[in-house]
């Protein structure tokens, strides 16, 4: 064997995930699988709500602000419910930026904007542009991960 072969063979042994960190990344998509139903299924909620029992409540800028965050929550569900399927086709790390990215910056970006659209709190504001930047980011590093490839160096998912 290769001193090239032998530090190949070193270097995976090393980087080898335990039995720990196989279980938690076979737990982790079905989290986040479980976070893009629940961001579904409130971003439903929340359009009728804002449709029919909010719908005096919400003109000028509560209307924009509110419509702006259940765009962008009605896109991202369906988009973290794609990303938590397509864990398998990526590197371990990459997906969990990406996925941990897009979850946070929904909440954060669409959190912050509905509660200032129904008069809650304007306290979040600030911070709105952090979970928006956070989104792009997610689609970013999202790119980059698939541009890097599979899992594995050379080989191919399942």
Avoid at 19 to 28: C, F, L, Y
Avoid at 48 to 60: I, M, S, T, Y
Avoid at 117 to 122: D, H, K, N, V, Y
Wanted: proline share 6%; aromatic share 6%; with cysteine.
């Amino acid at each position: 064997m290769t001193l090239r072969q032998q530090a190949d063979v070193a270097f995976t042994e090393a980087h080898a995930p335990g039995p720990i960190d196989t279980a938690m990344q076979k737990q982790q998509p079905r989290v986040f699988v479980a976070i893009a139903a629940l961001y579904g299924a409130l971003a439903v909620a929340l359009a009728a709500a804002g449709a029919h029992a909010f719908a005096d409540l919400l003109v000028g800028r509560a209307a924009l602000r509110f419509d702006t965050a259940l765009r962008l929550h009605l896109v991202h569900a369906p988009a973290l419910l794609a990303l938590a399927s397509a864990h398998a086709l990526l590197r371990p790390r990459w997906w969990l930026a990406a996925a941990s990215l897009m979850a946070a910056g929904t909440l954060v970006f669409c959190g912050g904007l509905y509660l200032a659209a129904l008069g809650i709190t304007e306290a979040l504001i600030p911070i709105v542009p952090m979970g928006g930047s956070a989104l792009i980011l997610a689609w970013l590093v999202l790119a980059v991960a698939a541009v890097i490839g599979p899992r594995n160096r050379g080989e191919e998912p399942a």
